[in-house]
């Protein structure tokens, strides 16, 4: 391609067929993921009503249980996406750096 490069990203990305594409969905996926925790966390009883129903405890429980929930799912998603670059990697007879990778179920 002959069109300037406009970061050294960009043309680390061209040398890689598809993984600007794969790293950009995995971006907007990890995005999708934080407001879909935003619009539920709306959801959440607010501290406010809480603490005039006397349910402190059971709010923040419930909120603890939901971030971990979000973490998790976070946690998740990161790793599929490490696999799902380690993959393309391996398919483009790159050597992916520090742990070989283990073979998908």
Known sequence: SDHPAST???S???????RGKLVQR????????H???KAEARKLTSFAKAKRENEK???RAE?????DKYRLLEEELMKKHQAELAELDKALGLE??????????
Do not use: H, Y
Request: hydrophobic share 20%; glycine share 6%.
């Open 57 to 59: 405890i059971k709010v």
């Open 8 to 10: 050294m990203s960009d």
């Open 12 to 18: 680390e990305e061209e040398s890689r067929p598809g």
């Open 26 to 33: 995995q971006k907007r996926e990890l995005k999708e993921l």
């Open 63 to 67: 909120k603890r249980e939901f971030e």
């Open 35 to 37: 407001e879909q925790q």
């Open 96 to 105: 992916t750096n520090g742990e070989p990778s283990a073979p998908a179920e």
